[in-house]
């Protein structure tokens, strides 16, 4: 006869080597990471990225981006949603950061990387899944293309590593706390009065909004707009009752602010 704490050691053994039975990754090199490199500017509205000691500690990102290219499909596809979704954020923050350090400090924004336009977001240098993908698949056909998300304010989350991008969250995501850090994400962005505010009948806001305007179309909580989403934050916005009426009766026009794309770095 088997003893019982013997029996249900046997039991976890078999659980822990069973497909999609292991655990997600607790992001804690990233974190730890995030924390030591990541200034906040203005309560958290802008953050600069510190690549210069970055560069100096660039073994522990490596150890981490490691820690997320041996995650099989499989395994992710057994994770609730919010968990996926938190490691693809991770996965494409931690690898824009990767791409900024293989060229740091010959270049003065994300674009210089390549000779053509965008090719910073096109190199295959992301491995996932047992692939080698770029930014892009990460982003568009992963995060966005994929349909079970849905999920506009990932706008906020992901980071291109540009002053005019929502900023790096000096923490990394999680499936636990997801929903509370992407609502924050967009409330800190749309109270940044230098990339998102409302004169008289005009609001002057980020042209992420132009950029993925489909994305806000899909249903979100019943949203089926920009123009719904923006009035949804209202008060980041410092929207009054007012302004929202006229909003919400199609009476404020929308222009989308120039986009800064100079790298995100720490300032000397």
């Known amino acids: 006869m088997i003893h019982g704490s013997i029996r249900l050691g046997l039991v976890l053994a078999l659980l822990a080597g069973a497909p999609g039975a292991m655990a997600a990754p607790d992001h804690g ?22 690549y210069g000691g970055l560069m100096n500690d660039r073994a522990r990102l490596q150890g981490y981006l490691d820690e997320l290219a041996a995650v099989p499909r499989e395994q992710f596809e057994a994770w609730p ?59 568009h056909d992963m995060i966005r293309g994929w349909d079970r998300f849905q999920e506009p304010r990932i706008h906020f989350a992901v980071n291109c590593a540009a002053i005019g991008c929502p900023p790096l969250r000096a923490e990394a995501y999680t499936g636990e706390r997801l929903q509370q ?55 980041a916005l410092a929207m009054d009752a007012d302004t929202a009426a006229r909003m919400a009766r199609g009476e404020i026009r929308l222009r989308y602010l120039d986009y800064d794309w100079g790298l995100n770095a720490v300032r000397e």
Not at 41 to 49: E, H, I, L, P, Y
Request: glycine share 6%; no cysteine; net charge negative.
């Open 181 to 235: 850090q992407l609502d924050d994400n967009t409330r800190l962005f749309l109270s940044d009065r230098d990339r998102n505010h409302i004169e008289s009948n005009t609001a002057y806001i980020s042209r992420i909004f132009d950029w993925y305007e489909e994305d806000f179309e899909k249903g979100w909580n019943g949203i089926d707009s920009v123009t719904d989403f923006l009035l949804r934050y209202a008060d």
């Open 29 to 50: 090199q990233w974190q730890s990471l995030l924390e030591e490199y990541v200034e906040e500017v203005d309560g958290g509205q802008a953050t600069r990225v510190d």
């Open 81 to 139: 949603q919010n968990t996926q979704l938190a490691f693809l954020i991770n996965a494409y923050n931690a690898w824009t950061v990767e791409s900024i350090l293989r060229e740091y400090p010959a270049i003065d924004s994300i674009r210089d990387i390549g000779f053509l336009p965008g090719a910073a977001w096109r190199r295959k240098v992301v491995s996932l899944f047992g692939e080698q993908v770029s930014l892009d698949n990460v982003e």
